[in-house]
């Protein structure tokens, strides 16, 4: 597996921007597809956004389209969510979540190493 560690989260006002980072260690030589999951309370973990190892393929939820920006840097072992123009409905726990394989996915269930999860929270 392969061990995630989220930054970048916080209070931000709606409107703003925030970056998320995600820092990958382990068995980083392995060409893993990323993804990022978020969480508000009382909900289950959704799907946000996700990026093919080459970061040629990205996916988006419908929510987030024009306003999120998913990237990866494979010589850092890095993978990032850009937040645009964000709204009090972004508020959650964001995940960082890592599959073996190159090939993007959206569900859940299709990544096996997860991060701890950062706060954002977007006020009105």
């Known amino acids: 597996q392969v061990q995630l560690v989220e930054s970048g989260g916080g209070l931000v006002q709606a409107g703003g921007s925030l970056r998320l980072s995600c820092a990958a260690s382990?068995?980083?030589?392995?060409?893993?597809?990323k993804g990022w999951f978020r969480q508000a309370p009382g909900e289950e973990r959704e799907f946000v956004a996700a990026?093919?190892?080459?970061?040629?393929?990205?996916y988006y939820a419908d929510p987030v389209k024009g306003r999120f920006t998913i990237s990866r840097d494979n010589a850092k072992n890095m993978v990032y969510l850009q937040m645009n123009s964000v709204k009090p409905e972004d508020t959650a726990v964001y995940y960082c979540?890592?599959?073996?394989?190159?090939?993007?996915?959206?569900?859940?269930?299709?990544?096996?190493?997860w991060g701890q999860g950062t706060q954002v929270t977007v006020s009105s």
């Open positions: 979540a890592a599959r073996p394989i190159v090939d993007a996915r959206t569900r859940t269930a299709d990544y096996d190493s």
């Open positions: 990026i093919s190892w080459s970061g040629i393929t990205k």
């Open positions: 382990g068995r980083t030589l392995s060409r893993h597809a």
